[in-house]
């Protein structure tokens, strides 16, 4: 099966568990481009934020496929994701330069098109998260996030905000936390019979002044180059 086809059939038993609860379909929005890919990188977020229930419905159960948005007409909240994406790319490139190419729904999409982009918790949320519930997520559901990790067979995955979570789901311990030189945290793990990098950044919505998102978007291309460089 392909990418897509395996994502499916994954999100067919996944979407079981939370039947009376809207639920977000996640992943590669285009394996086409994904796969030509030669580093290959996915980002976690925390949760789709598709909002808190109607209270007015008994069972809230929308689905919502995050691949379709992305891949058509992502929203503009994605600008920040795209801008961290670019320099993945481009690392050399100017932060002005990234704001005059990074700024629609088109370039949004042209750039988050070589990447997967997976919601850790894949039930209804509100734009925040309490830490409490995503510890409950990494026990109910390590089984299905590993095997959809390990769909895309990745080079690294960036927990965007949520590192203490997903590091427990690869049972990482505080001895095989690394940093580089500028002091980003990551673990090497294994997945899939495969040495994979878990980098333990911040989440695209942090509260950082405008003046320093910039060496933020790019800090994560200095730090993937870094760890490249001494594995």
């Not at 670019?86 to 932060?95: E, P």
């Not at 789901?169 to 899939?192: E, H, N, Q, R």
């Not at 980098?199 to 730090?223: E, M, Q, W």
Request: net charge neutral; hydrophobic share 35%; aromatic share 10%.
């Amino acid at each position: 099966m392909n990418i897509r086809e395996t994502e499916d059939e994954l999100f067919q038993e996944w979407r079981k568990k939370y039947l009376d609860q809207s639920f977000v379909i996640d992943g590669c929005p285009n394996p086409d481009i994904y796969l030509q890919e030669k580093r290959k990188v996915v980002f976690v977020l925390k949760d789709g934020n598709l909002g808190e229930p109607n209270p007015a419905d008994i069972l809230d159960d929308r689905t919502y496929d995050q691949r379709d948005e992305l891949e058509n007409q992502p929203n503009i909240w994605w600008i920040t994701l795209a801008k961290w994406a670019y320099f993945l790319k481009n690392t050399s490139d100017t932060w002005e330069l990234v704001q005059n190419t990074i700024k629609d729904k088109q370039s949004i999409r042209k750039v988050l098109s070589h990447h997967c982009i997976v919601q850790l918790k894949k039930t209804w949320g509100g734009g925040s998260i309490a830490n409490d519930t995503l510890a409950k997520v990494v026990i109910n559901d390590k089984a299905e996030i590993i095997r959809q990790l390990s769909i895309y067979e990745p080079n690294f995955i960036i927990a965007c905000g949520n590192g203490d979570h997903l590091s427990t789901v690869f049972d990482c311990k505080p001895s095989d936390y690394m940093k580089t030189s500028a002091g980003v945290g990551y673990w090497k793990i294994d997945l899939k019979n495969k040495l994979c990098f878990l980098v333990d950044y911040c989440h695209p919505s942090n509260r950082a002044g405008t003046k320093i998102k910039g060496i933020i978007a790019k800090g994560l291309s200095f730090a993937v180059l870094e760890i490249e460089q001494n594995a």
